[in-house]
């Protein structure tokens, strides 16, 4: 199932922000340009309330975002104290709709999961949201109401994997002292939130903090070794992965080397598990690569044939995008022409290899009683 809303098609972040590309509009239109997506397919989401957003967010800020949207402006005060209407947090028209809209997707989305689906909502996936502030590009924090509409339902069990160049430290701190919820995030080192640096496991969180240049068989090595049998462990009843498209090659901010074979094989094999699932985006500023990317994703989930070669309406649309944070020369020929990216294996580091040797030994210690 594919949720989404027709919210996401109107100008957002204003001028010279990365977000500021075409993406869940893109998406949707690339599908049907192959003919992926039926209205059987797509559900349309609803903007989450007041009183479901203050079960995670104060009160006080959402209605500072609420009074910001209403007036166009941000006093000083309330851009200090939430973070809003910041070159990082921007003011737009529309702001709270699109962020509230963003929730009550991953609201549907666990809905929808437990009724037996498997649900992608490539708008969701704003993992850095705090409670009472904005923070990197996220308003609020729509994964979160995602792990939280599965408690609700008495999950015991539920896992979220955070695929983004990015930690996950807005779910991550959600969660850290809620026992029935365990959350892996696999990101760049030395990369803005600078956090996640290490493993918590005694909180249920655990981080990969990767060398630059990750490539396809080191996060495999990652997989195999530790994402999937922590989950098999953990005999999860309910999982979340964040999938955002800036740990793929081309993407200006993060320096890892991903294709989208590789991130779609390893989401398969994470629906493959069995528990109810939904699939969130994230970050992705290369409009060629997000677009590519999630609806690859979608066709992969929805059992349809990845064409070698893009149709020619797809073609065209593809080499009408723009992007000001990538250079006209460095937009590759293949963004425009093909779905699936080259596979990019190569060597396995010896620092991928220590993160998984140290999480094996947390894991030896905290089945003796030992972390």
Request: proline share 6%; with cysteine.
């Given at each position: 199932?594919?949720?989404?809303?027709?919210?996401?098609?109107?100008?957002?972040?204003?001028?010279?922000?990365?977000?500021?590309?075409?993406?869940?509009?893109?998406?949707?239109d690339?599908?049907?340009?192959?003919?992926?997506?039926?209205?059987?397919?797509?559900?349309?989401s609803?903007?989450?309330?007041?009183?479901?957003?203050?079960?995670?967010h104060?009160?006080?800020?959402?209605?500072?975002?609420?009074?910001?949207?209403?007036?166009?402006?941000v006093?000083?005060?309330?851009?200090?104290?939430?973070?809003?209407?910041?070159?990082?947090n921007?003011?737009?028209p529309?702001?709270?709709?699109?962020a509230?809209?963003?929730?009550?997707?991953?609201?549907?989305s666990?809905?929808?999961?437990s009724?037996?689906?498997?649900?992608?909502?490539?708008?969701?996936?704003?993992?850095?949201?705090?409670?009472?502030?904005?923070?990197?590009?996220?308003?609020?924090?729509?994964?979160?109401?995602a792990?939280?509409?599965?408690?609700k339902?008495?999950?015991?069990r539920?896992?979220?994997?955070?695929?983004?160049?990015?930690?996950g430290?807005?779910?991550?701190?959600?969660?850290?002292?809620?026992?029935?919820?365990?959350?892996?995030?696999?990101?760049?080192?030395?990369r803005w939130?600078?956090?996640?640096?290490?493993?918590?496991?005694?909180?249920?969180?655990?981080?990969?903090c990767?060398?630059?240049?990750?490539?396809?068989?080191?996060?495999?090595?990652?997989?195999?070794?530790?994402?999937?049998?922590?989950?098999?462990?953990?005999?999860?009843?309910?999982?979340?992965?964040c999938c955002?498209?800036?740990?793929?090659?081309?993407?200006?901010?993060?320096?890892?080397?991903?294709?989208?074979v590789?991130?779609?094989?390893?989401?398969?094999?994470?629906?493959?598990?069995?528990?109810?699932?939904?699939?969130?985006?994230?970050?992705?500023?290369?409009?060629?690569?997000?677009?590519?990317?999630?609806?690859g994703?979608?066709?992969?989930?929805?059992?349809?044939?990845?064409?070698?070669?893009?149709?020619?309406?797809?073609?065209?649309?593809?080499?009408?995008?723009?992007?000001?944070?990538?250079?006209?020369?460095?937009?590759?020929?293949s963004?425009?022409?093909?779905?699936?990216?080259?596979?990019?294996?190569?060597?396995v580091r010896?620092?991928?290899?220590?993160?998984?040797?140290?999480?094996?030994?947390?894991?030896?210690?905290?089945?003796?009683?030992?972390?």
């Amino acid at each position: 199932m594919f949720v989404g809303s027709d919210i996401y098609r109107k100008p957002a972040f204003g001028f010279n922000h990365p977000l500021n590309i075409v993406r869940h509009a893109a998406v949707v239109d690339l599908l049907k340009m192959l003919g992926w997506l039926t209205e059987q397919d797509f559900r349309e989401s609803e903007p989450a309330s007041v009183d479901q957003l203050v079960e995670f967010h104060h009160r006080a800020y959402v209605k500072a975002l609420q009074y910001a949207n209403s007036t166009g402006k941000v006093e000083p005060d309330v851009r200090e104290r939430y973070q809003v209407g910041t070159f990082e947090n921007p003011m737009f028209p529309g702001l709270f709709e699109r962020a509230s809209m963003t929730v009550g997707g991953s609201i549907l989305s666990a809905e929808l999961a437990s009724e037996g689906h498997v649900v992608f909502h490539p708008s969701g996936g704003t993992h850095h949201g705090r409670p009472d502030r904005a923070s990197g590009f996220c308003y609020l924090n729509d994964p979160v109401f995602a792990i939280m509409t599965f408690l609700k339902q008495g999950r015991e069990r539920v896992m979220y994997i955070d695929l983004d160049a990015h930690h996950g430290d807005g779910v991550e701190d959600a969660f850290y002292e809620e026992d029935r919820v365990t959350t892996v995030s696999i990101h760049e080192e030395k990369r803005w939130p600078f956090s996640g640096t290490h493993s918590h496991p005694d909180a249920g969180a655990f981080n990969f903090c990767v060398p630059r240049a990750l490539n396809d068989s080191e996060l495999d090595y990652i997989v195999q070794n530790a994402v999937l049998p922590l989950a098999e462990t953990t005999e999860v009843d309910a999982l979340v992965v964040c999938c955002g498209a800036d740990c793929l090659d081309g993407d200006p901010l993060s320096n890892m080397r991903l294709s989208n074979v590789a991130l779609w094989d390893t989401v398969m094999q994470l629906i493959e598990l069995g528990p109810p699932i939904i699939i969130l985006g994230g970050g992705g500023y290369n409009p060629w690569t997000v677009t590519r990317y999630w609806a690859g994703m979608w066709g992969r989930i929805s059992g349809h044939q990845l064409p070698e070669i893009l149709p020619d309406a797809a073609v065209e649309f593809m080499r009408r995008m723009e992007c000001d944070l990538i250079d006209e020369e460095d937009v590759c020929e293949s963004w425009h022409t093909t779905m699936a990216d080259s596979p990019y294996p190569g060597a396995v580091r010896d620092e991928i290899k220590s993160l998984v040797a140290e999480f094996d030994a947390q894991m030896q210690r905290t089945r003796h009683g030992m972390a």
